[in-house]
């Protein structure tokens, strides 16, 4: 059974960093690439950007605009979202998402597996 379990979302002021995590199990976590996506309340979800098995990342570049890095630890099959300089515009349940082989871009359609969500509001 594949779970993923984000973690570290909360409440912060505008500026501010987060450090979201998630922790994948029942998978070979090496063979998936790894998004993060968000969706604000009354919007759809969008994404926010991926990492491939070997660490190469592609971002949302309109959103993100250098504030957000993506990273993973595959020895603890867990993959990362650091946010930095936090905005309001940030505010969201941020997912990750697990898609296998070499798919996993910017459509939410292309994953296979997807984590409950964890709640990220910025305060200004």
């Known amino acids: 059974q594949v779970q993923l379990v984000e973690s570290g979302g909360g409440l912060v002021q505008a500026g501010a960093s987060l450090r979201l995590s998630c922790a994948a199990s029942?998978?070979?976590?090496?063979?998936?690439?790894m998004g993060w996506f968000r969706q604000a309340p009354g919007k759809e979800r969008r994404f926010v950007g991926v990492?491939?098995?070997?660490?190469?990342?592609?971002y949302d570049a309109d959103s993100v605009k250098g504030r957000f890095t993506i990273s993973r630890d595959n020895a603890k099959n867990t993959v990362y979202l650091q946010m930095n300089s936090l905005k309001p515009e940030d505010t969201a349940v941020y997912y990750c998402?697990?898609?296998?082989?070499?798919?996993?871009?910017?459509?939410?359609?292309?994953?296979?597996?997807w984590g409950q969500g964890t709640q990220v509001t910025v305060s200004s």
């Open positions: 998402a697990a898609s296998h082989g070499g798919r996993g871009g910017s459509s939410d359609v292309s994953y296979d597996f």
């Open positions: 990492i491939s098995w070997s660490g190469r990342t592609t």
């Open positions: 029942g998978l070979t976590f090496l063979t998936y690439n």
